[in-house]
C-alpha cells in the first residue's frame, strides 16, 4: 500500500482484467506479477496492526557463528518489508555486550549466555537488565561409518580423540580403534578425525564443549561444511568426524554422547530441545528495551519473524534446531 | 610520384597502426597496474597485523607454506617425468601425423577446470584408491617398469616386426600393452596380499612401520595437481625441444650419433632452460592450485612429507576461511599475509621462467646464425 493507506496504482491498472475483451494478452501476462505482489503484501500486513509501512535500520552487533542465521532472518524480513535496512556486524559473542553498552547498537546476538559481568555491567548502566530471547539451537553430531559397531562414547573419551591438551581430563590420548575394546576386530588403526573448518561456528562449538577450550590435534581433515564432513566420514570406515546436526545422512550413524558415567542419548531433536544431548546450546538474542518503552517496529517484527514457524524454519535450514514449542510459548511477546 | 589517394591510404594505415599500437600499450599498463594494485592492497591489509602484534601469525603460517610446497612437490614429481618425456618423445621420435593429434588432445586437458579435478579426485579416486591400495601402488612402480620391459621386448624384436610396431608410433601401440598390465596388477594383487602376515597392505604398513594413511593424501593430491599441470608444462617443454635448430641435430647425426645420443648430448643441453623454465611455470601453477588441493587434500596443517598424510596449502586455507572470516579480524589479516606470501611466490617464480626463456629464444637466434 502507499504511504497514505490508498490503494497502489497498480491495482487500477489490473482491474481493467475484469473486462477480458479490452485487455490483451500481453497485458495480461505483465498484470499477474502485479496482482501476486499485492497478495503477498497484503497476506504479510494482516497479523499486526503495526503493518502499515515497517522502515528504519535494524542494527545487531555480535557472534559470527549466528551470522549466517541472523543475514538469512533478515533478508526474509526485508522480503517483507523492503524499507528495512540491515546493518549486522559478526565479530564474535564477546562483541555484543559492548556494544549494548555503548548504545551503538540494540539488539546482540549471541552464542552463548551472557556472563554475570556483563549482565551486570548492562544493568548497571542502564537501570533494567537486557531482554533476553532465545532465538535457536546449536547442536553437534560425532558421527561413524554406517558400519561402525562403536554405539557412545563419553565427553572425556571424545577429548582424548580429537584434542592434543586433554582438557577436560582424559588420562591418554586416544588414537586407535582397538584402545575401545582389544577385540574389536573392525575398523582396524588409527581413526580418521574429520571435521570444520577454524571460522565455523560448529568448530568454535566442538572446541568449548568438547575440548573444554583445548587444542584440536593437527591431523584433522578439515571440510568447509557439515555435508561435506559427512560425505567423507560414509566413505572411509574407519573415520570419526563432527558436524552440525541438521546434516544427518543414511551414510554415517551418529554416535551416543554421555556426560560422565551417566547414560549415553542420542542426538535426535526431542533430546536437544530438552537440553538432555550435551552437544547443545541455546543461541540467544539480546535486546535492549527500557521497561516502559515499546519495541521499536523493526525490531518487533524482527523478533516475531524469528520466533515463528518460518523463522524457525529458516534455522533449520541454516543448520541448527529449532525451539520446542513450549520455549517459543513461553516466549511470545506481549502486546506492549 | 603516386596518387594521392595512395598517400591517403597510407596515412590511414599508419593512423590505425598507431591506435592499435595504443590501445595495445594502454592494455598492458592497465594490466600491470591491476597487478600492482592487487600488491598494494595485499600489503595494505596486512600491516594491521603490526598493530594487533600477533607473534603467533607466522606460527600459524608455516604449516600451510610446508603444505603448500608438499603439493607442489608431489604434483611436480608426478607429473615432471611424464610432461618432459612426452615432450621428448613427441618432439623427436614421433610420427608427425600423431603429434598433431596429440598436441589438441592435451590442451584439451588443460581445458578441463580445477574444480571438476578436485571433485573427481577428492570424492571418487580417492577412496576407490583407499580400498584398493595395494593394487595402486604396485601400478605406481609397475607401469615405468614394464615400459622399459616394453622397450627391451622391442629391441630384441627383428627387424620386420620392429617395422610393423614402428618407434614413432609407440604412444599408440603401446596403450594396450598398459592396458594389460593394469589388469595383471589387479588380478595379482589380492593374491600377493594375502602373503603378507596381515592379509592387508594398511594393516601391514600400519604394524610394521606405524605408516597411516588417510583418505585424502599427498599421493592423490600429486596425481590429480599432476594430472592439471601436465599440459601446460608439456607444452612448453615441447615447445623448446621442436624449436631446436634442426642444424644441431641433423650435425650430430651426420658425423654418427644415434637419434638417443643426439637427445641427450644436444637437444637437451640446448633446449634446457626452456625445460626448466616449462618446470617452473608447471610450479607455479602447482602452487597457486586451490580447488583440486581443497577437495583432495583433507586441508591437515600438518608437518608431515610422507605422501599417505593430507596437507594445508595457503591457497585452500584462504578458500576456506575467508568466506567465513570476520573482516577487520585476526583471522581475516593473517589471511590475507598467506594471500601476500601466495602473490609474491607465484610471482617470482613466473618472472624467473620468463627471464629464462626470453633468454632461450635469443641463444637459438644465435646458433640459427642471426646475432
Known amino acids: 500500500m502507499n504511504e497514505d493507506g490508498s490503494l497502489p496504482i497498480y491495482y487500477n491498472i489490473c482491474s481493467a482484467m475484469g473486462n477480458p475483451f479490452k485487455v490483451q494478452a500481453t497485458q495480461h501476462r505483465t498484470c499477474v506479477p502485479f496482482i501476486r505482489l499485492l497478495l503477498v503484501a497484503l497476506l504479510a500486513s494482516s497479523p499486526g496492526a503495526w503493518a502499515s509501512n515497517i522502515s528504519g535500520t535494524l542494527g545487531a552487533v555480535g557472534s559470527d557463528t549466528m551470522a549466517g542465521l541472523m543475514l538469512r532472518w533478515g533478508e526474509a524480513l526485508v522480503t517483507r518489508h523492503p524499507d528495512v535496512r540491515l546493518q549486522f556486524q559478526a565479530s564474535g559473542s564477546a562483541s555484543a555486550p559492548p556494544a549494548l553498552l555503548a548504545g551503538t547498537t540494540r539488539l546482540g546476538p549471541m552464542s552463548r549466555r551472557m556472563t554475570a559481568e556483563e549482565y551486570q555491567a548492562f544493568e548497571k548502566r542502564y537501570g533494567y537488565p537486557p531482554l533476553e530471547v532465545k532465538v535457536a539451537l546449536d547442536a553437534l553430531v560425532v558421527v561413524v561409518h554406517r558400519h561402525n559397531p562403536l554405539r557412545q562414547l563419553s565427553l572425556a573419551q571424545l577429548d582424548a580423540i580429537f584434542s592434543t591438551t586433554r582438557e577436560c581430563g582424559a588420562q591418554a590420548p586416544l588414537r586407535r580403534w582397538q584402545a575401545f575394546s582389544a577385540t574389536l576386530d573392525w575398523p582396524y588403526g588409527k581413526i580418521a578425525l574429520h571435521g570444520r573448518n577454524l571460522a565455523s561456528g560448529t568448530y568454535g562449538l566442538f572446541r568449548q564443549q568438547v575440548l573444554c577450550g583445548g587444542e584440536f590435534r593437527r591431523d584433522i581433515s578439515e571440510y568447509p561444511g557439515s555435508s561435506a564432513v559427512i560425505a567423507a566420514v560414509g566413505e572411509s570406515p574407519g573415520a570419526m568426524g563432527y558436524a552440525a546436526y541438521n546434516h544427518l545422512t543414511p551414510m554415517v550413524h551418529p554416535l551416543g554422547v554421555a556426560e560422565q558415567e551417566t547414560q549415553a542419548i542420542l542426538p535426535t531433536e526431542e533430546a536437544i530441545q530438552s537440553g538432555r544431548y550435551p552437544l547443545s546450546r541455546f543461541l540467544y538474542l539480546y535486546v535492549n528495551l527500557p521497561p516502559d518503552e515499546p519495541l521499536p517496529a523493526a525490531e518487533r517484527a524482527f523478533i516475531e519473524l524469528i520466533l515463528s514457524d518460518e523463522g524457525q524454519r529458516i534455522a533449520r535450514a541454516a543448520g541448527f534446531v529449532p525451539l520446542s514449542p513450549p520455549t517459543l510459548k513461553a516466549q511470545e511477546l506481549t502486546g506492549d | ?371
Open chain 2, 1 to 371: 610520384m603516386t596518387p594521392p589517394s595512395d598517400t591517403l591510404n597510407q596515412r590511414l594505415r599508419l593512423a590505425r597502426d598507431r591506435l592499435a599500437t595504443g590501445l595495445i600499450t594502454a592494455g598492458g599498463i592497465g594490466v600491470l597496474l591491476a597487478v600492482l594494485a592487487i600488491a598494494v592492497f595485499l600489503l595494505w591489509e596486512t600491516l594491521p597485523l603490526l598493530r594487533l602484534g600477533d607473534t603467533l601469525a607466522l606460527a600459524k603460517l608455516t604449516p600451510l607454506a610446508w603444505g603448500t610446497l608438499k603439493a607442489a612437490f608431489y604434483a611436480l614429481l608426478f607429473a615432471v617425468p611424464l610432461a618432459l618425456g612426452a615432450a621428448m618423445y613427441s618432439a623427436l621420435f614421433m610420427s608427425t601425423r600423431l603429434r598433431h593429434r596429440l598436441k589438441p588432445t592435451l590442451e584439451m586437458m588443460e581445458a578441463i577446470p580445477g574444480v571438476v579435478v578436485g571433485f573427481i579426485a577428492g570424492l571418487i579416486i580417492a577412496p576407490w584408491v583407499e580400498r584398493h591400495l595395494a593394487g595402486t601402488l604396485l601400478l605406481v612402480i609397475g607401469l615405468p617398469l614394464s615400459a622399459l620391459v616394453a622397450g627391451t621386448i622391442w629391441h630384441h624384436l627383428g627387424t620386420r616386426l620392429q617395422r610393423t610396431l614402428p618407434l614413432s608410433w609407440a604412444g599408440l601401440w603401446l596403450v594396450p600393452w598398459f592396458v594389460l598390465m593394469i589388469a595383471l596388477a589387479f588380478w595379482v594383487t589380492p593374491l600377493l596380499e594375502q602373503q603378507l602376515p596381515e592379509d592387508d597392505l594398511r594393516r601391514f604398513l600400519d604394524k610394521q612401520w606405524g605408516i597411516d594413511y588417510a583418505t585424502r593424501n599427498a599421493m592423490i593430491v600429486g596425481v590429480a595437481m599432476g594430472f592439471a599441470v601436465i599440459p601446460s608444462i608439456y607444452a612448453l617443454a615441447e615447445d623448446a625441444l621442436a624449436d631446436v635448430p634442426k642444424s644441431l641435430l641433423e650435425g650430430a647425426q651426420a658425423l654418427g650419433a644415434t637419434r638417443w645420443q643426439a637427445l641427450w648430448k644436444v637437444a637437451l643441453p640446448t633446449a634446457g632452460p626452456g625445460l626448466f623454465s616449462a618446470v617452473m611455470i608447471g610450479a607455479g601453477r602447482a602452487v597457486g592450485e586451490t580447488m583440486i588441493v581443497l577437495m583432495a587434500s583433507g586441508n591437515t596443517a600438518l608437518f608431515s612429507a610422507s605422501p599417505f598424510e593430507g596437507m594445508r596449502s595457503i591457497s585452500a586455507a584462504i578458500a576456506i576461511e575467508l568466506p567465513e572470516a570476520a573482516p577487520g579480524g585476526l583471522t581475516y589479516h593473517l589471511l590475507i599475509l598467506a594471500a601476500l606470501a601466495l602473490f609474491v611466490f607465484t610471482f617470482l617464480v613466473n618472472t624467473l621462467a620468463e627471464a629464462v626463456r626470453q633468454r632461450l629464444r635469443r641463444r637459438y637466434r644465435r646458433l640459427e646464425g642471426h646475432p
